[in-house]
């Protein structure tokens, strides 16, 4: 079975890798980051409000700067994380 030019062509453009692309990936972690509930999920693995808190003085630890981290997250993106979902569901919707 031989493959033409133009099959050739339609296979390499929809495997490529854009910037786009990129770009969503990191808007769909940012969500995965944003939608941890700390009550229902977290502190089931021991990643509570309560746990990861060191002492004065002590420098933190990944666990903690991780907490930290989800919740600057979850604060700071909330509003930003629906203009740029809502931007790209539009952009989706337009150009496929």
Known sequence: MRVTQSQ???RSANMAFTLYALIQT???FTNAIAVLHEERFLSKIGWGADQGI???GDEPGIKA???NLIRSV???MRVPLIIVNSVCIVLLLLFG
Do not use: M, P
């Open 8 to 10: 050739q062509k339609s």
């Open 26 to 28: 990191a808007i769909l």
């Open 54 to 56: 060191g002492g004065f």
């Open 65 to 67: 700067q991780l907490l």
């Open 74 to 76: 979850r604060t700071v």
